[in-house]
């Protein structure tokens, strides 16, 4: 296992017990359309007679400025005007707002982090100073804790040396909590490089509030590449200074995680995300008759199914279908296992649809709503029968399960139907084995598992051949 793929399944298992938190730098906002810091500091540099491009201390760039004007009006007008609303959060804000990440911390001043949690239908909790610290939000999802302050606050924001070596005393609420953090989760840090003013303050602060009782942590990096630089010799130096800096990121339990391009950071990112989303499963189904099964067979199958997703600790998230419902709810409770279950309330999502709706258009678009909603929580859709009784008083395929199965492949959620089961979850066992790779691509090796669950077999069998399934995505 290469050291990517050990940082994913750590940290999707840190999102899972629900101790993961992130620290953004300024690289997370940059590819937003936020300016770099010395982009930022380029006139304040000009008013002081230096060249930006020849300086590395920005704090001290900025002191320099305060200390020759004796006011910090120009910096905090740099910040207002920069850190504007015109910068969007982009894919990987929303990634990271997608997953239950409960804490945040950032250098940042704009606003990317809280408005992606918003946009992914959550409530940031949002602590920009000290006296923020000190209240609540109701019902919150998140806390964003923005230690160096925010862009609507720019008197406050911490930029200059002054800010820097007083932080102690103005902000020490900041770094209790912090230190609090740092023991009790698993954090990574993104948008960092070696380069940024804030890195060392950082750091030396970590160390300073830890001392021996560190705790594993992550940091996501860029590789240095070759094509940098202008000769092999300069590209040679940094990379053995990288390596040499990695290498002391450990004695403040940092662990460097590398890639070539920061592209990499959405793919590993989207990893993440599968792999946390891929131990929770979302169950479509509802059935009038369950031919070709036989009633009590078909429960038997049902039970097993919620039976063996509980005993294998995976979330279930379903909308509670008629037929479905009552035998995946009573197998998922025989499956709990005494205290080392998880909470029932951690482990299953039952989303009855609202019926009490008159107007068909608007129940269509609320019941819509309500399938991508449940399918945002989960990484693989399992389908089972799917059948109704239509105003006419005929049994039909459930267009509902099909529009589930549609937005689950829109959202990238594995789909799984059971074909074995008849009604409309054959039919689209069909749809995909026709077009297995446009479902699956790259995958052909998963066709074996599909083809177990075409015929009709003993309840035991097809929840094996399920699970078996379930298991081998749940590791891609």
Same mark, same amino acid.
């Given at each position: 296992m290469n050291a990517v793929t050990s940082f994913v399944d750590t940290f999707a298992q840190s999102i899972a017990d629900r101790n993961a938190a992130i620290f953004a730098g300024a690289g997370l906002s940059i590819p937003a359309g936020m300016v770099n810091w010395k982009t930022l500091m380029?006139?304040?540099?000009?008013?002081?007679?230096?060249?930006?491009?020849?300086?590395?201390?920005?704090?001290?760039?900025?002191?320099?400025?305060?200390?020759?004007?004796?006011v910090r009006h120009k910096i905090n007008q740099a910040l207002v005007t920069e850190f504007s609303e015109r910068a969007k959060a982009t894919r990987n804000h929303a990634i990271l707002a997608s997953l239950p990440i409960r804490t945040y911390w950032t250098t940042n001043f704009d606003h990317l982090i809280e408005d992606a949690l918003r946009a992914a239908g959550k409530k940031p909790d949002v602590k920009s100073s000290v006296a923020n610290l000190a209240t609540t939000r109701h019902l919150r999802d998140s806390i964003v804790y923005k230690m160096h302050g925010d862009v609507d606050h720019p008197d406050d924001a911490v930029i200059t040396k002054d800010d820097y070596e007083t932080y102690h005393t103005y902000r020490q609420l900041f770094s209790t909590a912090l230190q609090g953090d740092l023991v009790s989760k698993t954090f990574l840090?993104?948008?960092?490089?070696?380069?940024?003013?804030?890195?060392?303050?950082?750091?030396?602060?970590?160390?300073?509030?830890?001392?021996?009782?560190q705790r594993q942590h992550y940091a996501l990096l860029r590789r240095v590449q070759r094509k940098d630089f202008p000769s092999a010799r300069l590209y040679t130096y940094?990379?053995?200074?990288?390596?040499?800096?990695?290498?002391?990121?450990?004695?403040?339990?940092?662990?460097?995680v590398l890639v070539d391009e920061y592209k990499d950071y959405t793919e590993i990112f989207e990893r993440i995300a599968?792999?946390?989303?891929?131990?929770r499963v979302f169950v479509s189904g509802g059935a009038q008759t369950y031919e070709p099964w036989a009633a009590s067979a078909a429960e038997t199958l049902v039970a097993g199914i919620g039976y063996a997703l509980a005993k294998g600790k995976f979330g279930v998230v379903s909308g509670f279908g008629e037929g479905v419902g009552s035998p995946l709810l009573n197998g998922m409770l025989n499956g709990f296992d005494g205290d080392d279950s998880p909470q029932l309330g951690d482990q299953l999502t039952l989303r009855p649809f609202p019926l009490g709706i008159k107007d068909p258009v608007e129940r269509k678009l609320r019941w819509t709503a309500y399938r991508r909603d449940m399918l945002t929580q989960a990484g693989i859709a399992l389908f089972v029968f799917g059948n109704k009784r239509s105003d006419?008083? =005929?049994? +039909?395929?459930?267009?509902? !399960?099909?529009?589930?199965?549609?937005l689950?492949? %829109?959202n990238n959620v594995a789909v799984?139907?059971?074909?074995?089961?008849?009604?409309?979850?054959?039919?689209?066992?069909?749809?995909?084995?026709?077009?297995?790779?446009?479902?699956?691509?790259?995958?052909?090796?998963?066709?074996?598992?599909?083809?177990l669950?075409?015929?009709?077999?003993?309840? =035991?069998? +097809?929840?094996?051949?399920? !699970?078996?399934?379930?298991?081998?995505?749940?590791? %891609?």
């Open positions: 380029r006139n304040i540099a000009h008013d002081v007679g230096l060249d930006v491009a020849k300086e590395d201390d920005l704090v001290a760039l900025a002191q320099y400025h305060v200390n020759k004007s004796g840090f993104v948008g960092f490089s070696f380069n940024d003013p804030n890195l060392n303050y950082i750091l030396g602060r970590i160390r300073t509030l830890l001392g021996v009782n940094a990379h053995a200074k990288q390596e040499l800096q990695v290498q002391d990121l450990t004695r403040y339990g940092i662990q460097g599968r792999r946390y989303k891929r131990k006419s008083g =005929d049994i +039909v395929k459930s267009d509902g !399960m099909e529009e589930e199965f549609k689950a492949v %829109e799984i139907p059971v074909g074995c089961t008849g009604s409309m979850a054959a039919e689209l066992h069909r749809r995909v084995m026709d077009d297995f790779e446009v479902y699956f691509p790259s995958q052909p090796r998963l066709k074996k598992y599909f083809r669950l075409e015929r009709k077999k003993t309840p =035991d069998k +097809v929840v094996k051949a399920i !699970m078996d399934l379930i298991s081998v995505l749940k590791e %891609e």
